[in-house]
Structures are given as structure tokens and as C-alpha cells.
């Protein structure tokens, strides 16, 4: 089961330059098939479907809190897309203004016709998600080395989608990405390692750019984030401890497990779009609609 926490990963801020097509870029992070939507579903899938679990614990463990962390991906990288989308339009009440205007000429329109100038759960070119994307194939080697092409093959999208987009908000939830996404590809590579003993680390880092290169990734690098393996649980999955031990590859630092999540930042609140052209909603009759309902 999952416990659901109200928070973000970081504290994001209101992008500078809010940007249709730098929000199109990111959706690449979301539902592209190295996006966060693939781990999160490959991971989940893999734990829920591992057969013999008591015989490797340690491996299970791992799969299922990584999937843990991977659900607040996604979340994240919703709000940076909803954050990007955020006054990119006219909020105008004239509803023959042509308000949309602006979304006319993105690159995804569903950004304005499907949603709310909101997150899609499809790729940079608009194509949904697909479970298709999903790798459970009950052989725990394989899997495990799927996860580690996975992560890899991820980082690469995010150094190019950093590559593309100008705003600070948007490069700085990339370079936390950069970290978290790294941390995995150290924990997978460890796991094969163990369970092979090939010195599979020594390929890191995948593409050959280290993470403190970005200023954005080295922010969080410092606070620990990328030697810090959190199990996404209060008692359970604490076994990761087995593989997640030892010093990082590129710094040599400590690795660490922490029970339990990190403690998070509040998510903003968005403003509400107008131009779906729903009434104004009286004030009065909310209060009054209150009254009655929880009086
Ligand atoms: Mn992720
Ligand atoms: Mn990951």
C-alpha cells in the first residue's frame, strides 16, 4: 500500500520565463519511455510481481523504495510543467478575446484544449504513455540490468531537456532530477554487482559528464542527496541497507540509508485559468453552500 504525503521533492519557485514549449520539452520527462512515468511503473510492476522474495530480500527491497521515490517524480515534474504553463496565456473575463491565442502555436495544444494548461501523461511530441514501456520479467538479473539501462537512458533525456530549456526553475528541477536519477544508477549497478560480482560502477558515469558539472545538480549534491537512499517506508524495506553500502563511485563519500522519506517542501498553489468559461462563482452562495454542508 502507499502513504501519500502533500509535499514536493524541492522547494519550486514560479518560473521567470513560463514557456509552452519548454513545458513540451519536459513532458518528455513524464511520459517519454525514459521518463519518470516508466520508472515509477517499471519499478511498481517488478515488486509487485517478484516471486521468491524472501530468498533475496535485499533486492526487493530495493526495487519496491525505489518505485517509492519515483511516485514524487512524477510529481514533480507535473508541477514544473503546470509551473511552466502559468501565466503563458490571457486571463482576460472577455471571452472574445481569443485568449488562448498562445497556445495556437505550442507545440502541445493539448497543454490548452485537454487540460487545464496542465501535465499530459504523454512524451515531448504528445504521444500518452504506455504500459508497454513496462520490463517485469520475473528473471531478477535481467530486471535489474533493465533498470540500470533505464536509469542511464533517462539521464541522458535529462541532460538534453536541460540542454533545452532557459528557465531556472525548470534547469533546477532537472538537476535534482540529475541527482536522484544518479543515485539510482549507482544502487542498480551495486545490485548487479552483487549479485554477479562484475565491477559494473566502473562504466560510471553514463553519458561520461559527472553531475557537479551543473550547477543545478551540484546544489543538491551537497546536501547529501546523492549518497542518501531513503526506503519510502516507516519499517519496512530497510534490507536496501545490504546493497546500498559502501562509498559512492564518483566521490568516494559515505552511502547512507534514511528511513522513512525526506521531509519535503509545501507544493505551490497554482492561480485558476478562466477561459474554460465556467461562471464566476458567487462568494455568498459558497459561504452559504458551507454553512449547511459542515454547520
Ligand atoms: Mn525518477
Ligand atoms: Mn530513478
Known amino acids: 500500500m502507499i502513504y501519500k504525503v502533500d509535499r514536493l521533492g524541492i522547494d519550486l519557485k514560479m518560473p521567470a520565463n513560463p514557456s509552452p514549449n519548454s513545458a513540451a520539452a519536459v513532458q518528455e520527462l513524464m511520459g517519454g ?7 515509477l511503473m517499471n519499478y511498481t510492476m517488478q515488486s509487485f510481481n517478484f516471486r521468491g ?26 508541477y514544473t510543467i503546470n509551473a511552466l504553463l502559468t501565466g503563458t496565456t490571457n486571463r482576460s473575463d472577455d471571452n472574445t478575446a481569443t485568449r488562448l ?4 502555436d505550442a507545440r502541445n495544444t493539448y497543454h490548452f484544449i485537454a487540460t487545464g494548461q496542465t501535465a499530459v501523461v504523454g512524451d515531448s511530441m504528445g504521444n500518452p504513455w504506455t504500459g508497454a514501456n513496462v520490463f ?19 539521464r541522458a533525456n535529462k541532460l538534453r531537456v536541460y540542454d533545452m530549456v532557459d528557465d531556472p526553475v525548470a534547469k533546477r528541477t532537472v538537476g535534482y532530477l540529475l541527482v536522484r536519477g544518479g543515485l539510482h544508477v549507482v544502487a542498480y ?7 554477479s560480482n562484475v565491477p559494473i560502477t566502473k562504466l560510471l558515469p553514463i553519458p561520461k559528464i559527472e553531475n557537479e558539472k551543473y550547477p543545478e545538480a551540484k546544489e543538491f549534491m551537497d546536501m547529501g542527496l546523492h549518497r542518501t537512499l531513503y526506503t519510502y517506508s516507516q519499517d519496512d524495506f530497510q534490507e536496501v541497507a545490504k546493497i546500498w ?15 522513512g522519506m525526506p521531509e519535503g517542501f509545501p507544493a505551490p498553489d497554482f492561480e485558476d ?21 459542515f454547520s
Not at 33 to 39: A, C, D, R, Y
Not at 53 to 78: C, T
Not at 101 to 104: K, M, T, V
Not at 138 to 144: A, E, F, R, V
Request: glycine share 10%; net charge negative.
Open 189 to 195: 549497478a551495486k545490485a548487479i554487482e552483487k549479485l
Open 33 to 39: 519511455k525514459f521518463g519518470e512515468m516508466s520508472t
Open 245 to 259: 553500502t559502501g562509498h559512492h563511485p564518483d566521490d568516494g563519500s559515505e552511502l547512507v540509508v534514511e528511513k
Open 101 to 104: 491565442e498562445n497556445g495556437r
Open 136 to 154: 517485469s520479467s520475473g528473471n531478477l538479473q535481467l530486471d535489474l540490468l533493465h533498470n540500470f539501462f533505464l536509469e542511464c537512458g533517462a
Open 53 to 78: 522474495r524472501n530468498k533475496v530480500r535485499p533486492f526487493y527491497d530495493l526495487i519496491a523504495s525505489i518505485a517509492g521515490e519515483e511516485y514524487g517524480h512524477i510529481e514533480l515534474v507535473s
Open 273 to 293: 485559468e478562466p477561459q474554460l468559461g465556467a461562471p464566476e462563482i458567487d462568494p455568498d452562495m459558497l459561504a452559504d453552500l458551507a454553512k449547511k454542508m
